[in-house]
């Protein structure tokens, strides 16, 4: 006789277990920093992949929390998705976001003609990770309401959802499903988490990168033909390092680095080229690391002065 499933869980994994899918946890921590690097494009130390594991281990969510282009985002996916062995969810956060958007609401046809039960309700992203078993990545937690952050203590604290239109409850039935939130404290579109909110996570800092790690990652992320030399590289990581120290409103994080030298690169296959030029380099470069125009004048002039040659500006 075959299980029934519960209807529940039924549409979860209709709806989003092929997204998610299935393979095999990696909770070593140095085999863990060894596939970031090889499978993600990563670097992230030993000790970072170890606080993060060690808080799952306690059924403490983590707090990634530092400047934008820093990796948070990624690095956070990455580690989720190492830890559960499936892909986790992302929920973006906004001033709009709420319970009915991340653990479920009912179909407001269905709900007419059904009532407001199991078959016209439509399970969420939070739910859904709960019962598959995987994490959530909640990113930019600080732009989300006092609401939807209160809304989560108790998912964190007990592992349970609780849907009272359904009188349910859900709870974790695994070690996969674990939070990992990213918090920009400088973001001025933003709200301040309270201290209950505080005490419940661990809390790992986001910095800028040394410059060999930096190279590292560029590395592995601007390869191929073109090809992106130790010049060029160098004159991107310096113009960036002077960048952050200029005051400027957008300060470069990694990720401008990359995808300057990718735009480069770009621009330098159209040409035909075999090498990144500095021309190519200079013309990319105001597109992706001038965000407002109060820092075009900033920007342009130290471009100037790192790569020798006059950038365009429009």
Not at 19 to 39: F, I, M, N, Q
Not at 136 to 162: G, Y
Request: hydrophobic share 45%; proline share 6%; glycine share 8%.
């Amino acid at each position: 006789m075959s299980k029934v499933l519960d209807p529940i869980e039924e549409k979860v994994y209709k709806i989003y277990g092929d997204v998610v899918g299935s393979g095999r946890p990696v909770r070593d921590p140095s085999t863990a920093v060894k596939l970031l690097e090889e499978r993600y494009k990563l670097v992230v130390s030993e000790t970072m992949v170890s606080i993060v594991y060690a808080a799952f281990m306690n059924g403490r969510p983590v707090l990634f929390e530092g400047p934008p282009g820093t990796g948070k985002t990624e690095i956070g996916e990455a580690l989720l998705e190492l830890w559960a062995g499936k892909k986790p969810f992302i929920l973006p956060c906004s001033e709009t976001y709420d319970e009915y958007k991340v653990i479920g609401d009912f179909h407001p046809v269905m709900a007419m003609k059904k009532g407001f039960n199991e078959e016209s309700f439509i399970p969420r992203p939070l739910l859904a990770a709960l019962i598959l078993d995987t994490g959530v990545l909640v990113d930019e937690i600080r732009r989300s309401s006092e609401e939807f952050q209160n809304m989560l203590l108790d998912v964190i604290d007990k592992r349970r959802i609780v849907v009272p239109e359904l009188r349910r409850v859900f709870r974790a039935r695994g070690p996969g499903f674990q939070m990992i939130f990213t918090s920009n404290p400088e973001d001025i579109a933003q709200n301040e988490l309270s201290d209950a909110f505080l005490r419940r996570v661990v809390r790992v800092r986001f910095d800028y990168p040394p410059r060999s790690v930096e190279e590292r990652i560029l590395k592995l992320r601007v390869n191929g033909e073109p090809v992106l030399g130790d010049s060029v590289r160098g004159l991107i990581l310096e113009a960036v390092r002077r960048l952050r120290e200029a005051g400027i409103t957008h300060k470069p994080g990694t990720a401008e680095a990359v995808a300057w030298g990718r735009m480069a690169q770009s621009i330098a296959r159209l040409r035909g080229r075999t090498f990144v030029a500095l021309e190519d380099l200079a013309e990319a470069a105001m597109s992706v690391l001038a965000k407002r125009v109060d820092d075009e004048e900033v920007v342009a002039e130290v471009l100037k002065e790192v790569l020798g040659v006059e950038v365009l500006q429009g």
